[in-house]
């Protein structure tokens, strides 16, 4: 008799066991889709991360800086959604928007594919007359105030080390920053026909004149349409050497760029 009440009371622990058990599997399972979906907000909202994969943005951004892109500066369109290359047509348009200023650095799905980010400065607004002329950059016929500064060191295509010609740049709107131009001002696309920028469209140029895909070539780039536009960069939060994997982090300590967390992005 006393082992049949031993046995029962171990099978109610034991239920008592799953059921706390369980309560604790579905807390967790709870926490993490709420933390899912707060994530998915903020990305599909408000901050969108994006690493830079190339170098035509050189001396502003690095290859190895990681942003953070502010979704809400210029309101939304369908690009702002993930995988919006698959949003039917009748989705175009923007919503709460705010034109983007002459100076910002911008991430766009390439009006190519419309599917493919591309990061660059905005540099034409609808109407607006772009030209370069000798690596000067003129907008509606007036030179940009260029500024010749220390050289820019860098590596030169066999991987030596190299200085190249560095400037500010002195936008009509006071923006300053600073570009480099590894051929001199003979490079490819420092000699170009002038472009008239259409209505509801920009003209988006890399910093590193002579070693980036923008706006100058029509054929792969051109005008961007402003729906295209997903968000404004606004800060790096990582920085670490081309070439090294994010997530080796034994090789922190050496490769991280330190002095490029957390600032801000001009």
């Given amino acids: 008799m006393e082992r049949a009440r031993v046995d029962h009371q171990t099978k ?18 709870k926490v993490g889709v709420q933390a899912l979906l707060i994530a998915l907000v903020v990305r599909t909202l408000l901050f969108q991360p994006f690493n830079i994969p190339s170098g035509s943005l050189v001396p502003t951004l690095l ?55 591309y990061i660059k400065r905005v540099i034409g607004l609808p109407g607006d007359k772009i030209q370069m002329k000798a ?7 007036v030179a940009v105030k260029r500024e010749r500064i220390a050289p820019y060191e ?41 472009y008239l920028v259409p209505p509801g469209r ?5 910093d590193n004149r002579d070693n980036s895909t923008d706006s100058r070539d029509l054929a792969n780039v051109g005008f961007v349409p402003f729906e295209n536009f997903v968000g404004r ?22 490769k991280v760029r330190w002095g490029r967390i957390f600032s801000s992005i001009r």
Avoid: C
């Fill in 12 to 29: 109610r622990d034991l239920r008592a066991a799953d059921t706390g058990a369980w309560a604790s599997i579905k807390e967790t399972v």
């Fill in 63 to 117: 290859v190895g800086d990681y942003l953070f892109v502010s979704k809400y500066s210029y309101g939304y369109s369908k690009y702002s959604l993930p995988l919006s290359e698959y949003l039917p047509s009748k989705a175009d348009g923007r919503i709460w928007a705010a034109e983007p200023k002459r100076g910002d650095i911008a991430v766009f799905k390439l009006p190519k594919d419309n599917a493919t980010d």
């Fill in 135 to 141: 690596g000067i950059l003129y907008i509606n016929d």
């Fill in 154 to 194: 860098t590596t030169g295509p066999y991987g030596e080390e190299t200085k190249v010609e560095q400037y500010t740049e002195t936008l009509p709107n006071g923006v300053v920053h600073q570009v480099i131009e590894r051929e001199g001002d003979n490079g490819y696309w420092d000699n170009t026909e002038p």
């Fill in 202 to 206: 920009y003209f988006m140029m890399g």
């Fill in 233 to 254: 960069a606004e800060m790096i939060f990582f920085s670490i050497d081309e070439g090294t994997p994010a997530w080796q982090i034994w090789q922190w300590p050496t």
